[in-house]
C-alpha cells in the first residue's frame, strides 16, 4: 500500500485501506498520514477529515500536526465551512501550529462567505499575531461575514476599524452591507437606527456607511429617504464623496428627474467633489430621460477631455434615444464606439438595421459642435 500512496493513486490507496480494514488490519501511521495528506491535496478535504477522524478513532496514536494543517488548508482552499469550523480550532488551538498567511487568508475568506462573523474575527487576530501587515483584504471578510449574519453595527464598526489602521475601504468592501439593506424598507430604517446610536455613543462614522444606505433606499425606490439622508451628513462630521453623488444620481435617472441632478452637480462642484467616469456615465443617462437630450453630448465631451474612457452603455443609451426620435446623430455615436474598439452587441445591431435611414441627406453636426452651440 505504501507505493501506491507514494504515486498518488488515491482511488487505489482506498481500495486497499478498506480490503486492510475488512482483513482486520490498520495501516501504518505514517502510510495513514501519506494518505490523508494526499487526499487533502487532490481537494478532497471532506475525506481527508473523515480518514483522520476515522484513524483515530481506531488507533492509540495521534495524527501529526502537519496532518490536520492540511485538512485545514484544503478545505479552506475549496471554502468548505465545516472543515473550517472543525480543523481551525483544531490546528491553531490544540496543536498550536504557526500557519502561512495564504492559509488563513483562505480561512478567512470561507467565513466571510458562510457568515461566521465569530471564526472571521478569530482568524484576523491570528493574522495580526504573526505579523502580517494588515491591509483591506483582511478587514473585508470580517465585514461580509457580520453583514451576512445581519449584525450590521458590527459591519459598520469594521469600516470605522479601517480607517483607525490608516487603511481607506473601497465602496466594494461595503457592498455585503448593501446586499443586506436590499431586503426590506425596514432592514434600511434600522441601518440608519444604527447609525444614529453609534453617533451618540461617540464612535466615528465612514462615509461609505452612510452612502449604503443611501444606495438601499434608492433600490427600494426612496429616492426622498435619500435625499434626507444625504443632507444629514454634514451632522456626524462628515462631507459626501463621489460615490455619495454617484448613487444620488442613479436615483434620479430612476426617477427621471433632471432638475434633481442638476443640484447634486452644482453641490458637487461647490463641495470640491471631482466627478469620476461613472459620474459622467450617469450625467449622459440622465440628460436622455429628459425631454431634450443635448446636454448628454456636452457630457460625453466633458467625460473625454478628462481622459475617461466612455463605457459601451453610454454609447448604447446615446444611440437608442436618438434611433427612438428619429436623430441622425446616432451615427455618430454608432462610430465613436466603434473607434474606441466596442462590438456592437446583436440586439443593438437589430435594432440599427431596423431603423428607418431618415434624413440621410443632411449634414451631420459633430458632438463637438453640438456641445458648444449647448455651453458657451
Given amino acids: 500500500m505504501c507505493s501506491v500512496v507514494a504515486s498518488s493513486n488515491l482511488e487505489m490507496s482506498l481500495r486497499l485501506l478498506v480490503e486492510m480494514e475488512e482483513l482486520g488490519f490498520s495501516p501504518k ?6 494518505l490523508i495528506i494526499l487526499a487533502a491535496e487532490l481537494g478532497y478535504p471532506r475525506l481527508a477529515i473523515d480518514l483522520t477522524y476515522n484513524f483515530e478513532a481506531s488507533s492509540v496514536r495521534k495524527l501529526d500536526g502537519k496532518v490536520w494543517e492540511s485538512c485545514l488548508a484544503a478545505s479552506a482552499e475549496s471554502y468548505y465551512k465545516d472543515g473550517v469550523v472543525s480543523m481551525w480550532p483544531k490546528v491553531v488551538q490544540e496543536y498550536k501550529m504557526t500557519l502561512d498567511e495564504g492559509l488563513c487568508l483562505n480561512a478567512l475568506h ?6 461566521l462573523p465569530d471564526l472571521a474575527m478569530e482568524i484576523f487576530r491570528t ?3 504573526i505579523g502580517i501587515p494588515l491591509r483591506e483584504h483582511h478587514f473585508a471578510p470580517i465585514l461580509e461575514a457580520a453583514a451576512r449574519t445581519g449584525r450590521v453595527k458590527d459591519a459598520f464598526s469594521v469600516l ?3 480607517r483607525a489602521n490608516h487603511i481607506v475601504p473601497e465602496s466594494a468592501t461595503a457592498h455585503p452591507i448593501f446586499q443586506a439593506l436590499q431586503e426590506s424598507p425596514a432592514s434600511v430604517d434600522a441601518a440608519w437606527d444604527v447609525l444614529e446610536e453609534l453617533h451618540k455613543d461617540n464612535e466615528t462614522i465612514d462615509i461609505l456607511a452612510i452612502n449604503v444606505i443611501i444606495q438601499a433606499s434608492i433600490s427600494h425606490g426612496d429616492l426622498q429617504r435619500a435625499i434626507g439622508i444625504y443632507q ?3 451632522r ?9 453623488f454617484n448613487a444620488l444620481l442613479s ?12 443640484r447634486l452637480l452644482t453641490d458637487m462642484r461647490e463641495g470640491g467633489v471631482v466627478p469620476d467616469a461613472p459620474t ?3 450625467l449622459v443617462v440622465l440628460c436622455l430621460t429628459a425631454p431634450t437630450y443635448e446636454d448628454a453630448f456636452f457630457y460625453l465631451e466633458e467625460m473625454k477631455a478628462a481622459d475617461h474612457f466612455p463605457p459601451y452603455s453610454v454609447y448604447e443609451a446615446i444611440i437608442r434615444r436618438c434611433i427612438s426620435e428619429g436623430d441622425s446623430r446616432y451615427q455618430l455615436a454608432l462610430q465613436e464606439l466603434e473607434e474606441f474598439g466596442y462590438q456592437v452587441a446583436p440586439r443593438l445591431q437589430e435594432l440599427i438595421d431596423s431603423h428607418a435611414q431618415s434624413h440621410s441627406g443632411e449634414r451631420e453636426s459633430t458632438f463637438d459642435e453640438v456641445a458648444a452651440r449647448r455651453r458657451p
Wanted: net charge positive.
Fill in 29 to 34: 501511521m505514517e502510510i495513514a498520514q501519506n
Fill in 160 to 162: 470605522s476599524l479601517m
Fill in 232 to 234: 444629514s451628513i454634514s
Fill in 110 to 115: 470561507t467565513a466571510g462567505r458562510h457568515g
Fill in 127 to 129: 493574522i495580526k499575531s
Fill in 280 to 282: 459622467y456615465e450617469r
Fill in 236 to 244: 456626524f462630521g462628515l462631507k459626501p464623496n463621489v460615490d455619495t
Fill in 251 to 262: 436615483g434620479c435617472i430612476a426617477a427621471r428627474n433632471r432638475e434633481l441632478g442638476d
